[in-house]
């Protein structure tokens, strides 16, 4: 079975600039996570999806980051513009859960993005 | 807000010992827990998971420990190896996790 794909794998870019980030999840997956990690820190959950409506989006930095999930199966991550402090790891996740019920999140390799 | 924390940042053991990580969480209305294992430059692994029904739950050479009277977490690794040298999360549900523990396995 495929696992989570994300791209690209690194992004250097200078703040202020735009930068996206895409995400395929694994086939069958309803609900989808967009994490970010910075260096010693444990992934906090950006936004949550379950098919294509967003189920929490509330530590998500709205003035400058956005996302989507258009027709319930990929997803973009986007941040405009970037500042030095979104320096970080962004990784994707995807779950069988649908609802309220929890089960274990299977996650991409993530996309480091260093903003300079 | 609630969070998941973990007592220890680090940990380091010789190979062939148990190791045993701890985490702490505050939400008492949490009902399912996992642990992840996160090695250099790659995506936190699913390790084991369990639900608050239960107390207990083990895997392949891991088991997880509830008790849900102190609200913490365990996860004990068995005869451990280089290869389990990562460090460890502990999460409440895929949404909340705390800040891990490095692992070190010394040969």
């Known amino acids: 079975e495929a696992g989570v794909a994300q791209s690209p794998r690194y992004k250097i870019i200078e703040k202020r600039q735009s930068v996206a980030f895409w995400c395929n999840p694994i086939?069958?997956?309803?609900?989808l996570y967009w994490y970010q990690q910075i260096l010693g820190q444990g992934p906090k959950l950006l936004i949550q999806?379950?098919?294509?409506?967003?189920?929490?989006d509330s530590q998500l930095p709205k003035d400058r980051f956005s996302a989507e999930r258009l027709k319930g199966v990929d997803s973009t991550l986007k941040i405009q513009p970037a500042k030095l402090e979104d320096s970080a790891v962004y990784l994707c996740?995807?779950?069988?859960?649908?609802?309220?019920?929890?089960?274990?999140?299977?996650f991409g390799q993530g996309t480091r993005l260093t903003v300079v | 807000g609630e969070s998941v924390g973990l007592h220890l940042p680090t940990l380091s053991v010789q190979e062939g010992d148990n190791s045993i990580i701890n985490c702490a969480y505050s939400?008492?209305?949490?009902?399912?827990f996992i642990w992840y294992k996160q090695e250099s430059g790659k995506g936190p692994q699913f390790i084991i998971d369990?639900?608050?029904?239960?107390d207990k739950r083990q895997g392949q050479r891991v088991t997880v420990l509830l008790n849900k009277t102190v609200k913490h977490l365990s996860l004990q690794i068995a005869a451990t190896q280089p290869g389990d040298s990562a460090v460890y999360f502990c999460?409440?549900?895929?949404?909340?996790f705390g800040a891990g523990t490095r692992l070190t396995v010394k040969p």
């Open positions: 996740a995807s779950s069988l859960a649908r609802g309220s019920r929890n089960t274990e999140a299977f």
């Open positions: 086939s069958g997956h309803a609900t």
């Open positions: 999806f379950q098919n294509n409506g967003v189920v929490d």
């Open positions: 939400n008492s209305a949490s009902d399912y």
């Open positions: 369990i639900r608050s029904n239960m």
């Open positions: 999460a409440e549900n895929p949404q909340s």
